[in-house]
């Protein structure tokens, strides 16, 4: 392979040039003979006119797209979307130690993003740079489409990911500044780095493609006003605009490096004062525009009119000059070119052939000691870098298939390679009549490892995890993480004693501490299992019966493996069938209605609230129980929707019953954990109130005891703002263990409501009634009411009375009942 080369002795440029410049004076001057010399001076003005005209539409055109640039680059101020995405690369973005994972994917969201920006302003380009002013992505008009780049970095070594719009996946190359572009891995300083103001800057470049108009825009955070990024939109006049300008308008426009007339500066001076100059052929006239690399001249040419009067009567005589030049330079330059570019053109064809046939041995160079032969060196060395460069590229694309393949955290097979392997386990035991076991594992109270230990200590115990399950898989098994805290075995040889054996030990051996650097950690499992074809005989059902075995499992507390049975399978059709069912009526929230329990007083014994229930009869299955449907509502959010129901339905209710029956102080509504976790609780509870026209005050959320001890200051915050709008707080199940009856001087809640466990036991279990005493003793020293649930026996409700409870529900008094029905019975007992 050669890397250096002679130069030729006499180029094939020179040879050409020769040929054309010949050629083109002898024609002249036989031509210029027979050509006028002047034009009419009256063509003079009106050929000013539309000079004048042409150089108004280029600066019109210019100025349009100064604000149009203007107006779509300040916009991105605006686009919290945006903004957030350039928060994140902001903190996060480290050359050294890039988190590809994280940042790469932001990096395409920002350049799809910057894409729709910079289509629908039809503009050519846009970028987007960091706080640092280094380049994070940017848009480039490439061929007709958009092309999408954003810079990545892997041991602080840059690297551009790009792709055309119409491509489905990202490539990767090594960064080169767009410098043809105009677009640097670092942000000029057009203006003050530290210019916090939001204005935008226009600046104009050029080169040979043209005329560069781009905008120049600091996006400030929203709070601090400090810059956290540069963003620039650019669009250009190109060799293209200036020939259809030209066609458009009948004159002759395009770019020059430099001009010899007087030029106008066209965006500051009065193009009235143009300056046209003429010659026997045409009118000129030079216009320029500044741009920071210096003056890009335009021209505007107009042909005269010919008065040739000479030609006319000389044209059969020029007819034949020509013929006669035409046929003796063909002559020549028939004899020539065969002679200097057919013969080497033939052998550079049989390289190029060779090299598109791959075969890059043996090619024969050409020696005509011009161009050629420096193309004839040069495809030869392009065929020894195509050749490195596909054994690289097989390379990278093994790498790529394995990275594919493989979970990159554990090394172990992914979920797509794991599925292969079932599906060929699957063929192979319809073709052998075997069976095949899946081991759905999963890691209890991982969870707790990465909120108190950190996520590092957490991916660290996933590898020691990954090593130990890999002790007791054996040829033939295959060991994947499929996600998160999930692991699954495939065992292709099954024999259900062997298979038991190894489940023993290796919940065993999970039992034993793991070394996780300073940390020992005992980090039990739950195991599921599921058999081909004795449980199922598709692949899909099979996972699914042994995540259901593992589910089934972690219902026992976990530590510890589980069979799936067909009971299993009822239960997990059964339980799909209410939750379509369920969906289906939340569209509409057909079959869902309330009913409401009443609460009496302890001093009057009179009603003095309610306490709103929803119950759902289902069309396929009937009334379906509240403890079962809700816990469904709650796992699929349909919590959400229904619950959104149930507090305008209740308060609605409530309304027209305060209206008649003015004994009732308050209505009882649950709300559900999902909903509280829901940032728009709130407005909802706004809505309703301003929908319904109930007072905040007669409405008393209840709340699960459980959310307050799972959550922090969050839960402190809500119930603050529930109090703030005066409506009444109660924590329902209270006593079921979860908090401190200390924790209740924090809270700003009005009553709690004793569960119906503690009273259950009453009077026969001295705990219970030790426990309800003190409930009742701490929610009087913090000004608290106590209802107490449940209530079904006489005996309970005199002991509550005796203790100071202050309101009593349960079936002694009254079961839930309907509107209807809930009207008759504050008749008969108010």
Known sequence: MRNTFTAPRFTLSKKISMLVVSTVLFSFVILGINFDNFLKENDFDATKKRMIHAFSRVTSHVEAI?????????????????LASIELINNYQDKENYNAVLLDEEKKNVAEKLLDKVKFSFNRDIALYDKNSELIAFIVKHDG?????????????RFVWQKLESQPRYIITEYNSSES?????????????????NDTLVTYHSNSNGLYIKSHHNITDPKSRQIIAHIE????????????????????????????????????????????????????????????????????????????????????????????????????????????????????????????????????????????????????????????????????????????????????????FFEQKVQEAHLFANEHNSRFALLFIDVD??????????????????????????????????????????????????????????????????NQPLECHEYKLISTISVGIAVYPMDAD????????????????????????????YEMAIGYKERVS?????????????????????????????????EALIRWNSPLNGPVRPDQFITFAEESGLIVPLGKWILLQACSDFVKLKKDYPILQYIGINISIVQLLQDNILTTLD?????????????????????????????????????EKKTKLSIDDFGTGYSSLNYLHKLPVTALKIDKTFIDNVPHSQESILIIQSIISLSKAFNLSVTAEGVEEIEQVKFLESIGCDEIQGYYYSRPLTYEQLVEYIKEHS
């Open 687 to 723: 809505e309703t109130i301003n929908t319904t026209g109930i007072s905040p005050e007669h409405i008393e959320i209840e709340i699960t005891e459980s959310y307050i001890a799972t959550s922090d200051q969050r839960v402190l915050g809500l119930l603050d703002k529930f109090r």
């Open 445 to 510: 109270h991982f969870k707790e490892v990465n909120d108190t230990l950190g996520h590092p200590v957490g991916d660290i115990l996933l590898r020691k995890i990954a090593e130990t399950l890999n002790l007791f898989t054996t040829t033939g098994d295959t060991l994947a993480r499929i996600g998160g805290d999930e692991f699954i075995i495939l065992v292709e040889k099954y024999d259900h004693d062997k298979l038991t054996e190894m489940l023993g030990n290796m919940i065993k051996r999970f």
């Open 66 to 82: 100064r604000s149009s640039l203007t107006a779509g680059i300040a916009f991105n101020q605006t686009d919290e979307s945006l």
């Open 538 to 565: 598709d692949n899909i059902s099979l996972i699914q019966y042994a995540d259901l075995a593992l589910s089934r499992q972690k219902d026992k507390g976990g530590n510890g493996y589980n069979f799936f049975s």
């Open 233 to 416: 939109m650019t669009n250009l006049l190109d060799s293209a605009y200036f020939a259809h300008l030209s066609i458009d308008l009948n004159v002759d426009i395009h770019r020059e490096e430099n001009c010899s007339m007087d030029a106008t500066d066209l965006l500051r001076s009065d193009i009235e004062d143009l300056h046209v100059t003429q010659n026997d052929l045409s009118y000129m006239a030079c216009g320029y525009i500044d741009t920071l690399d210096g003056k890009l001249f335009i021209t505007a040419k107009l042909q005269k009119e010919l008065l040739q009067q000479n030609l006319r009567e000389n044209r059969y005589q020029l007819l034949l000059l020509i013929i006669g030049v035409t046929v003796v330079i063909l002559t020549l330059l028939h004899y020539l070119f065969k002679r200097s570019l057919a013969t080497p053109l033939s052998q550079l064809m049989e390289q190029i052939q060779k090299v598109r046939n791959r075969d890059y041995e043996h090619l024969s160079l050409v020696k005509s000691g011009d161009e050629l032969e420096t193309i004839s060196n040069n495809i030869d060395l392009l065929a020894s870098t195509v050749r490195s460069r596909e054994a690289s590229l097989k390379e990278s694309r093994e790498n790529l298939r394995y990275l594919s393949d493989h979970d990159v955290l554990t090394g172990l097979p992914n979920r797509r």
């Open 145 to 157: 489409e958009y092309l999408l780049n954003f810079i990545s970095y892997d041991n602080g070594k």
């Open 578 to 610: 209410i939750l379509r069912q369920l969906k289906e009526a939340v569209k509409d929230y057909a079959g869902f209605y309330l009913v409401y329990q009443p609460k009496i007083s302890v001093t009057t014994k009179k009603i003095v609230a309610v």
């Open 181 to 197: 572009n105009f677009i640097h891995y670092h942000h000029p300083a057009y203006y003050a780095i530290n210019d916090a103001t």
